[in-house]
């Protein structure tokens, strides 16, 4: 990487804003990430010398650890906060809690919120860069990138394929993110589930739409699987999970009408035995840990595109 390169933008807030170029540069730069994560010493020094701060209000097993590796590997100082033991439970407001980050001498604060909206928030109001690390039912954008890249991983191209998003539509940021990124990579996209999970005018962002997963399970190239959200569930949206399992759960009786060599992925954690069985979850064309690894190179590549440009990187 000789050649500094950086994105358009100073944060990233969601790929619904993300230009084509920058979608395909995080992906050129995470194939580089992918050769130092593979190294048997995992280190670079292209983003020695800058501090990056997690700050989650949410709960995260993959998202938070994988953004303090990926900042570690390219050398940058790393602290966290957590909402449940910081000042924000003493009634700090987000922007004071932020403003007091910055001072500190921060590059870039990577957040997750449930408030939608509020890294955009946050953006407004910092020098730093800021990283949306998922708000509300809003989006995640990395997510989203590592989705698309571990499918392009598999296949090459998501350009003319099919992927089916299976689940909760209206909680799920990870959808959100994935159908921006998709649509703008001309892959074709089913979304499906319960009606009621169905946000009015989902199709206005250049999907299909459909509630019986029977009919359109084996037209999709890779099946999406979404976490069901018990926590954000709204009183009479959710069918019970039983009744839940049966129409919209993805086990070995509905891979037989999958294709055979359909790849199947799921954002974590899984609730086993609701949207998908331990058979499927586990099963031979899953990628759900390929998934988590390469969230590594993602959030490598862009933590790299958003401050290794800036005193020139490595
Ligand atoms: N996929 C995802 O965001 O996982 P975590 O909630 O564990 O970060």
Redesign the pocket.
């Known amino acids: 990487m000789n050649k500094v390169k950086s994105l358009a933008t100073k944060d990233l807030l969601g790929l619904k804003d993300l230009s084509l170029e920058d979608l395909n540069l995080i992906f050129q730069t995470a194939e580089s990430m992918k050769e130092i994560f593979n190294r048997p010493i995992r280190r670079a020094p292209a983003l020695n010398g800058k501090t990056i701060f997690t700050l989650f209000y949410?709960?995260?097993?993959?998202?938070?650890?994988?953004f303090e590796m990926a900042a570690k590997m390219l050398s940058a100082t790393t602290g966290s906060i957590s909402a449940a033991t910081s000042s924000a439970k003493k009634g700090e407001t987000l922007i004071d809690t932020v403003k007091n980050i910055e001072v500190m001498g921060i590059d870039a604060i990577v957040i997750?919120h449930s408030m939608a909206g509020a890294p955009h928030l946050i953006a407004k109001n910092l020098k730093a860069s800021v990283i949306n690390?998922?708000d509300g039912c809003n989006e995640?954008p990395t997510?989203g990138l590592l989705d698309i890249y571990t499918m392009l991983e598999k296949r090459g191209t998501v350009k003319g394929k099919t992927v089916l998003i299976v689940g909760d539509i209206a909680h799920s940021r990870?959808a959100r993110s994935n159908i921006w990124g998709l649509t703008k990579l001309g892959a074709h996209v089913i979304v499906c589930g319960p009606p009621t999970l169905m946000p009015a005018g989902i199709e206005q962002m250049g999907v299909e739409v459909s509630s019986n997963l029977d009919d359109v399970i084996g037209e999709a190239d890779f099946i999406n699987v979404l976490?069901i959200q018990l926590e954000r569930q709204e009183k009479g949206l959710f069918p019970s999970k039983e009744e839940y399992t049966r129409l919209f759960g993805i086990d070995a009786a509905r891979m037989q009408k999958a294709q055979k060599d359909v790849v199947i992925m799921h954002?974590?954690?899984i609730n086993r035995g609701v949207e998908l069985s331990s058979e499927v979850a586990d099963g031979p064309y899953n990628v759900i840990l390929d998934q988590?690894k390469n969230?590594v190179a993602i959030r490598m590549a862009v933590l790299f595109l958003l401050l290794g440009g800036k005193n020139g990187g490595e």
Do not use: K
């Open positions: 949410e709960n995260s097993t993959r998202t938070r650890s994988s997750r690390a998922g995640h997510q990870v976490r954002p974590g954690p988590v969230g």
